[in-house]
């Protein structure tokens, strides 16, 4: 059986060290899981191993060989197959074409012989439960498909040691459930798996054995067997957590939200959004599902005023905001929180606690005649920084300097203190560690229980199970009807996320 071994590898950037001393070893047959938070330095680990990065020091060897360092051709002859957080496909070619570019069967007069190929695609496919079809051109396929071929790719070039980075993040539930019974099958054929996650639910689930990495080093190793998320969580953060939010029951108001068969015109870049029609009530959380690229950044731009929209109404507290510009729609008590922080979400030359007041600059409180009042705005900052737990505490460094996570809570802090009757909020854990989702679930209960209403668009299903009283599901820009968070099952979003139901929907719509 073959066998990976990682040895003491250790990778710098400048100062950072992101692997630090690593040391691991994936018998074939098993599956090994590397659990950590964003930038705990899991893919630079993946990239030294397939050889895209050059360690500084330690060794990567198959078995028992070790692999010429910084060597990717290398690497993939020694039968390391990489599947990577982004695909690396060509859109405009078949699956079959992709599977076999620079590695070509040739029939005897040369020519490239796509009898053959086909059908050892289609023999790996059914080996290994990866359902695509090999005559397909890559552009039709939904990102789950495009995964299988870049796992069958893998496996078409010799793979012996299968690496997959996060291979979930952009796969529905049922997609995920089909994926890991694939990967339980390479195990049962004898190879070494890595598969790396920062789910505490889905490394549990598919491993044998998972290793947690923090900053750069091992913080803990054990067996799936005797793992539970509290101590896997606690490896991951360096402190003990608390993973589940209490959600108490609160009596909707009136309608906060109306909005109805809103239509975002497509262009070049983005296809049409719409109609949409919905309706949050003060103190109620609408979850909207949905997998990524299916009408999210639009929606949530067109409620806020970020793009035009072509028909429709946005009634906000019996208003219609529709026409208003984004500055006016927030004066009216409209919270966004923005799922790309950098671009939207703050001024990134602009210190923290400017930042903090970007919304309301040019009304109380922090208005003094024509200019700022600083001591106020800078009083309100230090407590949203304390409040918030943003590090480093100092509200005069750039939003530059700060770390993605802190950057989050910047954002989420100014929209949340500002006490809006309407919070927009896309993603709003992303790259937090698990102990501050926890904290920023909190906040956004605590908005609901003072009769905020808000709608949570997220990738993350569970985030919305837990957080919503309603879930609506996103699917090529149109909105499902919404169904009460208690009824909601993973499967059932899951099928719908898929475009179940929307069929049917569309003609209706109409
Ligand atoms: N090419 C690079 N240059 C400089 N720093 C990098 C580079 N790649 C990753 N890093 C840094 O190394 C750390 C680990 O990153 P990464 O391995 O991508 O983490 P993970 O995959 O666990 O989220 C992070 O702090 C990241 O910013
Ligand atoms: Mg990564």
């Known amino acids: 059986m073959p066998q990976l071994s990682v040895q003491h590898i250790t990778k710098r950037f400048g100062q950072l060290v992101a692997n630090d001393d690593i040391t691991l070893d994936v018998p074939g047959g098993k599956v090994l899981a590397i659990l950590g938070e964003n930038g705990a330095g899991k893919s630079t680990l993946m990239k030294v191993i397939a050889g895209l990065l050059t360690p ?46 620079g590695r070509e069967p040739r029939t005897r007069l040369g020519a490239v012989d796509r009898r053959t190929a086909v059908r050892t695609i289609r023999e790996l496919s059914q080996r290994y439960g990866l359902a695509v079809d090999p005559e397909s051109p890559v552009h039709a396929l939904t990102v789950g498909q495009r995964q299988r071929v870049e796992i069958l790719k893998a496996f078409y070039r010799g793979a012996q040691v299968l690496i997959l980075d996060e291979p979930t993040a952009l796969l529905t539930p049922q997609e995920t459930e089909e994926l890991f019974a694939s990967i339980k099958h390479f ?251 926890e904290f920023v679930h909190r906040q956004l209960l605590e908005l609901r229980r003072q009769g905020a209403a808000i709608v949570l668009i997220s990738l993350e299903l569970d985030e919305i199970l837990t957080l919503s009283d309603q879930v609506a599901v996103l699917f090529r820009g149109r909105l499902s009807d919404p169904v009460p968070a208690a009824d909601a099952t993973r499967d059932g979003i899951g099928l719908m996320m898929a475009g179940q139901g929307f069929e049917a929907k569309a003609v209706s719509g109409q």
Not at 78 to 96: E, K
Not at 303 to 329: F, Q
Request: aromatic share 4%.
């Open 56 to 101: 500084d020091a330690g060794d990567v060897l198959v078995d028992g060989r070790p692999i010429p360092h910084g060597r990717p051709d290398l690497a993939i002859q020694a039968g390391v197959g990489m599947i990577h957080q982004h695909f690396m496909l060509v859109p405009r070619l078949t699956v079959w074409e992709n599977i076999v570019l």
């Open 187 to 437: 195990a049962r054929d004898g190879f070494p798996v890595v598969f790396i996650s920062h789910k505490l639910d889905e490394v549990m689930e598919v491993a044998d054995r998972i290793v947690v990495i923090r900053q750069g080093k091992v913080t803990g190793e054990l067996p799936a067997d005797d793992a539970t998320p509290q101590k896997l969580a606690e490896l991951m953060v360096g402190r003990a957590v608390v993973l589940r939010v209490e959600r108490e029951a609160v009596e909707p108001g009136p309608a906060a939200l109306e909005v109805e068969r809103l239509e975002v015109a497509a262009t070049r870049h983005r296809p049409t959004v719409g109609p949409i029609s919905l309706t949050v009530r003060r103190g109620e959380i609408l979850g909207i599902a949905g997998v990524d690229g299916n009408g999210q950044l639009e929606l949530a731009e067109a409620l806020v005023g970020l793009v035009p929209t072509r028909h429709g109404s946005i009634h906000l507290a019996g208003k219609d905001i529709a026409d208003l510009p984004v500055r006016e729609r927030t004066s009216h008590g409209l919270g966004y929180v923005p799922a790309d922080r950098q671009t939207d979400g703050l001024v990134l030359d602009f210190p923290l606690w400017q930042n903090f007041i970007l919304r309301d600059y040019a009304s109380s409180p922090y208005r003094r005649g024509v200019g700022i009042d600083r001591p106020a705005a800078r009083k309100a900052a230090l407590q949203a920084v304390e409040k918030f737990d943003i590090r480093p505490a100092s509200i005069d460094v750039f939003a530059r300097q700060l770390s993605g996570g802190n950057q989050q809570k910047l954002i989420l802090a100014r929209e949340i203190l500002r006490r809006p009757d309407v919070l927009v909020v896309s993603q709003p854990t992303r790259g937090l560690d698990v102990g501050a989702v």
